[in-house]
């Protein structure tokens, strides 16, 4: 859409802004009234249908102040609340905060402001426990499951057509975009015949599901890999997924990003100890180095520079492909932020073009089962996922490690991902990055984390497939669930 014709009668609230009349939205909602009921979000509000409210800002004081999650705009991904948030608030601070709040299950959690993230939004799971939500976003709660059931409210929500309605309706106020209060004119399509909301609610509540089992296992995964390496065998792992449902909840540890940094503040190093004039002393935590001494009956201790000089891996950085190139065609350019929970976000918010493809990927190759990490972004530093076969073609930023194993016999990909994700590595990141100009980084130090590799050929393949398991099963519910939206309410 560039330009097009409208009456003066049809200017609403004085806004003359061509998106806010994208014709192509007002046809296809008036082509598809014959299979859905099309209404405004305000009148399903005022019908009592559904209740909207929105968080709070608590302050940066608050911040770092205990482990309870503050969910921020960027902690959602992938329709859930990212397993490790990044800030964590005090038991004092949610108490203030929580009956006013009053966050559900099932209640639906909506980017209200942000400019790429608008209209980014997830449900509230089983998984998540206690948390408290900043005021750039909205919560929605379903009243009335007979006007509109959660599951289609989500299905409505990221339908191409909704979605589309979002960016023409937001604006910027001040320094950032919002739709501000007219998410109340977003038009919901709401399906009329009864059985076929009811089946594409099932089929939504079992793809979350299955996603839910899986975030639960990832966001345990610190503790339930580093268990598993101390006593060789995959039992604490297979005890976690045995648990019903009120037992993962009550197993579940509230983490944030804060808690990898540990408690360690000081120590003595002799000045012969110092390596190469760093004298930052989390780099020398004795911690480290006392629970890889621990890790070490089961697994050989090898560094990431040693499997790389085995021939076991290869790591590559990614390149900057320029502003321009944004926008340029439908190919994912992969940056530091378009990955949570062990997987990329279905919606990555930059795309490029096939002649910017050509031109980079000679050079910086993607496949199915590489490991992406990141190397630079102070709180992201260290986060990783796995490349499944849908993410691809590709492209991935300078700020992103790609390590790829050449052995998957000798090194699987998967308990790749896992020890990477392990406490003891998730340690070693935060101890090695450092300020570079305005951005924190792992460098080149990345080389120097050593990792509990298993000994057991037989416990590494068991450990391996569980890993694999969680991913593969979480990666088809995402797609699912993307089909599922896009075929919803099209806006071709």
């Known amino acids: 859409m560039i330009s097009f014709w409208i009456d003066s009668s049809g200017i609403r609230n004085r806004v003359f802004i061509p998106k806010y009349y994208d014709p192509k939205i007002e046809s296809r909602l008036r082509a598809i009234r014959e299979t859905h009921v099309v209404t405004t979000l305000a009148s399903l509000e005022e019908q009592g249908a559904i209740s909207a409210s929105t968080g709070h800002e608590i302050g940066k004081e608050a911040y770092g102040t205990g482990s309870i999650p503050f969910v921020r705009t960027s902690d959602i991904s992938n329709w859930e609340i990212k397993t490790v948030p990044k800030q964590g608030v005090s038991e004092d601070i949610f108490d203030e905060y929580a009956e006013r709040q009053d ?6 959690l909506f980017v209200r402001d942000g400019t790429y993230l608008i209209g980014t939004n997830c449900f509230v799971t089983s998984a998540d426990k206690e948390i408290l939500y900043q005021s750039h976003i ?3 709660r379903v009243e009335d499951n007979d006007v509109v059931p959660p599951e289609i409210l989500f299905l409505a929500f990221n339908s191409p057509v909704v979605q589309a309605q979002i960016r023409s309706f937001q604006f910027t106020a001040d320094i950032i975009d919002t739709i501000g209060r007219r998410y109340k004119e977003i038009q919901i399509p709401i399906i009329k015949d009864k059985a076929t909301s009811a089946q594409l ?3 939504v509540r079992s793809a979350l599901e299955k996603r839910v089992v899986g975030k639960a296992v990832i966001k345990q995964a610190p503790l339930l890999i580093e268990a598993c390496l101390k006593l060789g065998t995959t039992a604490p792992f297979d005890e976690f997924l045995g648990l019903d449902e009120t037992g993962l909840r009550a197993a579940l540890v509230s983490d944030t990003v804060t808690l990898e940094f540990g408690g360690f503040e000081a120590t003595f190093v002799r000045s012969s100890s110092i390596q ?7 780099y020398y935590d004795p911690e480290i180095s006392a629970e890889l001494d621990e890790l070490s009956g089961n697994c050989e201790i090898v560094s990431i520079a040693d499997l790389v000089d085995r021939g076991l891996i290869e790591v590559q950085t990614g390149h900057e492909v320029g502003k321009l190139a944004y926008g340029t065609g439908e190919i994912p350019f992969l940056r530091t932020s378009d990955f949570a929970n062990w997987e990329i976000k279905h919606d990555p918010k930059q795309l490029v073009g096939q002649e910017v493809f050509d031109q980079y990927s000679s ?7 590489d490991i992406l990490l990141v190397r630079d972004g102070t709180y992201l530093v260290g986060s990783s996922t ?18 790829r194993s ?3 016999d000798a090194l699987d990909p998967y308990l790749l991902l896992g020890v990477l994700n392990s406490y003891i590595v998730k340690r070693q990141f935060r101890a090695k990055q450092f300020t570079r100009d305005v951005i924190d980084t792992l460098g080149k130090r990345l080389f120097e984390v050593h990792l509990p590799w298993p000994k057991d050929d037989r416990f590494r393949s068991q450990l391996a497939d569980r890993i694999r398991t969680v991913v593969e099963e979480r990666t088809l519910a995402r797609d699912r669930l993307k089909l599922l939206s896009s075929q919803y309410a099209p806006l071709e």
């Open 103 to 108: 966050v559900q299950e099932n209640d639906i």
């Open 406 to 408: 050449l052995d998957h």
């Open 363 to 369: 050079k910086q190759d993607l496949s199915p089962y």
């Open 138 to 140: 909205l919560k929605f």
């Open 201 to 203: 609610a099932v089929e």
């Open 276 to 282: 190469s004039n760093i004298y930052l002393p989390k």
């Open 386 to 403: 796995i490349v499944q076969p849908t993410d691809v073609p590709a492209l991935f930023c300078g700020g992103l490690y790609r390590i």
